[in-house]
């Protein structure tokens, strides 16, 4: 729906699409905040979202109507009376579910921006004039595209687009790069970060882009408090791309932790990501092969980060063994019970 003075008496008029009838109903303001029936005008097919713009600058407002049934938006001119006459029905992507007027390429003539819901695109429709459009410009946005808007985002002085996309639980912006003709990415649009553990010791980090202009690459960042951050590694983005692109990278690690990545352009700039936190794994039990032994046994299952101790069941610290450390040996020991010690696990051992 959509509100505008259609009879030029100064009082607010209704125009509201019908999606079942493949109309868009005026209904004309009357002094005490009702509404008398005018003509439904006839549109394309399942109407879902109707605008108005003066398309023939007559000083009349005029309807601009996505009809998602036939992949078109109606232009209807307006008359004196409150009533349309038919202009055009211009093609644009599958499934059209909003549209936007504004004048794109600054040229003083009302252009059109349609979301297409089935397409995952907007459609770029500069007005020519006399309520006829030009071009075939369709701009790639996130899953299932349901609304869109025009603003000047970037403080450039050119009309920007914002794109809600239901499916996506997203909001594309699309920069004004080329008068209309042309809408570019933000340099990275993150559509999904996600961080799961694989093991005790293996997180998996996995994420995804829309759209990519000018990309570097990620920084992947690991931090224990939230606050203080530490350098992982570094994935390669795509430079510039148009098309989604799939990201992947594995940590070995077995406490919590939280999860960031850095965006960062060709150009230096540097952008961070939202927050995910991993909670810490289960310790594997130590394992001591042969156990009983007599000359040495295997640690399996062992942590690799931290040191191996022998141990007196009284506690005491017999021998110390650097991290890593996979075999112990077992000569001038005296036969009977031990402790095995790798950081948090703890395992007996029997020697003969």
């Not at 130590?286 to 040191?307: C, R, W, Y």
Request: some cysteine; proline content about 4%; charged content about 15%.
């Amino acid at each position: 729906m959509v509100v505008a003075d259609f009879n030029a008496d100064g009082k607010p008029d209704l125009a509201v699409a019908n999606n079942s009838s493949a109309t868009v109903s005026i209904r004309l303001g009357a002094a005490n905040g009702t509404f008398t029936s005018a003509a439904d005008v006839a549109v394309g097919t399942n109407p879902s979202s109707v605008t108005v713009g003066d398309f023939n600058a007559d000083g009349r407002p005029d309807l601009a109507v996505a009809n998602g049934g036939s992949n078109t938006v109606s232009i209807r001119l307006g008359a004196a009376n409150g009533t349309f006459t038919s202009a055009a029905d211009v093609a644009v992507g599958t499934n059209p579910s909003s549209v936007v007027v504004a004048d794109f390429n600054a040229d003083g003539k009302p252009d059109l921006a349609v979301a297409n819901a089935n397409g995952n695109s907007v459609s770029i429709r500069l007005g020519a004039g006399g309520g006829s459009f030009t071009g075939t410009t369709d701009v790639s946005v996130g899953l299932s595209p349901s609304s869109v808007a025009a603003a000047d985002v970037d403080g450039d002085g050119d009309l920007d687009l914002a794109i809600v996309n239901s499916s996506g639980n997203s909001v594309s912006i699309r920069f004004n790069i080329d008068g209309g003709n042309n809408a570019g990415p933000l340099p990275v649009e993150l559509t999904w970060f996600t961080a799961q553990r694989q093991d005790a010791r293996q997180v998996q980090l996995r994420w995804a882009t829309a759209q990519e202009l000018h990309n570097a690459g990620f920084q992947v960042e690991k931090s224990r408090d939230g606050r203080r951050w530490q350098p992982l590694g570094f994935v390669s983005g795509q430079g510039s791309s148009t098309t989604a692109h799939q990201y992947s990278y594995q940590d070995a690690e077995a406490g919590a932790a939280y999860y960031r990545l850095v965006q960062q352009d060709q150009d230096g700039n540097e952008t961070a990501s939202p927050v995910r936190y991993v909670a810490g794994g289960k310790t594997p039990a130590l394992q001591l092969f042969p156990n009983p032994a007599t000359a040495a046994v295997q640690l399996l299952g062992s942590d690799a980060t931290v040191e191996v101790q022998l141990l007196n069941l009284q506690g005491q610290v017999l021998r110390r063994l650097p991290a890593g450390t996979t075999q112990l040996e077992l000569q001038g020991l005296p036969a009977g019970l031990y402790l095995v010690r790798c950081g948090q696990q703890v395992a007996r051992l029997v020697v003969e």
